[in-house]
């Protein structure tokens, strides 16, 4: 059964960054193409970012040019680096699976997810 434990949220202010990382076990990570969602208040869970086995990435135009989504395959960990962050990335972030043409494909499970707060 998998098992997903992000970690690295926190607060901080407009304009600066921070690093999410998931450590993923219980499956053969490195075939399977992953993702960061998150979900703010009162909102749906939304995909903002993938990378696939081979290491293509793509995101949501709302974090184009500041998050940095990366992998590393032999300690099955996925991260996500966030910079210029604003008050609307405010969230909490999950990893999970993904599909290449950047729809959600999650297992049947979800990690207890890590809390992003932006402060303006």
């Known amino acids: 059964q998998v098992q997903l434990v992000e970690s690295g949220g926190g607060l901080v202010q407009a304009g600066g960054s921070l690093r999410v990382s998931c450590a993923v076990s219980?499956?053969?990570?490195?075939?399977?193409?992953m993702g960061w969602y998150r979900q703010a208040p009162g909102k749906q869970r939304e995909l903002v970012a993938i990378?696939?086995?081979?290491?293509?990435?793509n995101y949501a135009d709302s974090v184009k040019g500041r998050f940095t989504i990366s992998r590393d395959n032999a300690k099955s960990t996925l991260h996500l680096q966030m910079n210029g962050l604003r008050p609307e990335d405010t969230a909490v972030y999950y990893c999970?699976?993904?599909?290449?043409?950047?729809?959600?494909?999650?297992?049947?499970?979800w990690g207890q997810g890590t809390q992003v707060t932006v402060s303006s």
């Open positions: 999970n699976r993904a599909q290449i043409e950047f729809e959600p494909r999650p297992f049947g499970s």
């Open positions: 990378i696939t086995r081979g290491g293509r990435t």
């Open positions: 219980g499956i053969i990570f490195s075939i399977n193409t």
